[in-house]
């Protein structure tokens, strides 16, 4: 027997099967490509498919015993969520990615009010897929771009419209997506009725505005997603009340202004990404009480000034990245606390100064990008110490000189070594054919 992709998740079988079909307009396909249509409008046809539906699912897994009434349909369905969908007022749990539905999202979700999960995503995968705790999303290496869609041909698929503001009514909600959908409009206010909120994921739609102050009565959100929008104007000091926040993405909108420095309160967060915007100012240096950051991306504003010493104390930090900024002095000293650094990339930021010989205290690096600043002084050392870098590109500052340190040929595992544009003098180190690995030296 073929195992469907579809499940109808409810932990009180009976009749809840048929009122829920009652609803909907089904298409399911199995491994074999044969076809499950359902066209529900009658008890008789309710009943055919509630048994053809009940055939494609081998086993109800343990975990979902007694878990409430949820419904899942993951299978490529197709059409628009029907008004009716307010009937289901029992439902705690409404899981609809995956598939290919469009349309606006009625008002009469808001009458769902025993909701805890909603998830309206377009895109393919499990259902915690849009949130970054339960799956690796595409968080660093990821840009702007509107997400992925359900369609093909680049023909992006999903829900339009705006948020509707019933959406407020469900005060029981903890997690909620609505993401990578075709969205537009503001962020409702009401959305700060949520109070019971963890997880918010909003993240590749084309919402505008400021985001809602009503959304700082959102204590107990631990994640929060809205990046690839175009949201703007500043970011509300306010965000200081989500201390529970262990996820902020922000990437890839139009917010200007500085960084509130009430950043500095939210101790418990690990990701904190708000790159491509027309941000400026200073980095605060609040962000040094942000101890438990492993990611901190930056890239692609306008800040000023030095990089705060207090990063020193971000001894868990993994990825740095604050490229194409408009940064000034030294790379601080205090780097060389940061030893769980695998990934730091400051190129293009206008950094001046040596290269901290405590660099070579960061033996977990794989990636140092410091190309295109105005950096000057000799190569330390210390570099021959980071066994596992892979990629060194310092071209483009024009300052480094002296000779090549013989040590750097220690670094066997490097890949990429990006070193012209500046004024070096003397002979390639013969060390260096221990770099077995290169692919790219210039």
């Known amino acids: 027997m073929s195992i469907f992709r579809c499940y109808l998740l409810i932990s009180n ?122 799956v690796a999303r595409p968080s660093i290496m990821k840009r702007c771009g509107r997400g992925s869609g359900a369609g093909t041909g680049g ?51 084309d919402l505008e505005g400021p985001i809602p102050d009503e959304l700082r009565r959102l204590t107990n959100m631990i994640e929060i997603y809205l990046d690839d929008n175009d949201l703007g104007e500043e970011i509300t000091p306010d965000v200081g009340s989500w201390t529970k926040l262990t996820h902020l993405d922000f990437r890839c909108n139009d917010f200007t202004g500085a960084i509130p420095s009430q ?48 990063f020193g104390n971000l001894v868990n930090l993994r990825w740095l990245d604050i490229p194409a900024n408009r940064l000034s002095g030294p790379i601080p000293t205090e780097v060389g606390r940061m030893r769980s650094m695998e990934w730091f990339d400051i190129p293009n930021s206008n950094l001046e100064g040596e290269i901290p ?34 990629i060194l590109e310092l071209s483009g500052n024009e300052r480094l000189d002296g000779r090549l340190p013989t040590e750097l040929g220690n670094c066997r595992n490097l890949e990429i070594l990006e070193l012209y544009s500046n004024d070096f003098e003397g002979r390639i180190p013969t060390e260096y054919d221990n770099m077995r690995d290169l692919s790219r030296f210039w």
Request: with cysteine.
């Open 357 to 390: 010989s405590e660099f070579g205290l960061l033996t977990k690096l794989t990636h140092i990008s410091l190309k295109n600043n105005e950096l000057d002084g000799p190569l330390p050392r210390e570099l021959g110490l980071l066994t596992n870098l892979k």
């Open 155 to 205: 023909d992006k698929i999903g829900f339009d419209g705006t948020i509707p503001t019933t959406i407020g009514l469900l005060t029981n909600l903890r997690f909620l997506t609505l993401a990578d959908n075709l969205l537009e409009g503001t962020i409702p206010t009401e959305m700060g009725r949520l109070s019971a909120l963890l997880k918010l994921a909003l993240w590749s739609n």
């Open 13 to 134: 079988i009976s009749s809840f099967i048929i009122t829920a079909l009652a609803v909907w307009a089904i298409v399911v396909r199995n491994n074999n490509n044969s076809r499950i249509k359902g066209v529900v409008g009658s008890n008789s046809s309710s009943r055919r498919l509630q048994e053809e539906c009940c055939r494609c699912i081998c086993e109800w897994p343990d975990e979902l015993q007694g878990c409430g009434q949820s419904i899942t349909f993951g299978n490529e369905i197709s059409g628009e969520i029907p008004r009716s969908i307010g009937d289901l007022t029992h439902l705690t749990s409404l899981r609809l990615n995956s598939n290919r539905l469009s349309g606006e999202i009625p008002d009469e979700i808001g009458e769902l009010t025993n909701l805890i999960y909603l998830n309206l995503w377009t895109g393919y995968g499990a259902a915690e897929n849009a949130f970054s705790t339960e």
């Open 263 to 310: 950043f500095g309160l939210l101790t418990k967060l690990t990701e904190l990404n708000i790159p491509a915007q027309e941000m400026t100012g200073t980095i605060p240096t609040e962000l040094g009480q942000l101890t438990r950051l492993t990611t901190l991306e930056l890239s692609s504003n306008e800040f000023t000034g030095r990089i705060p010493t207090e």
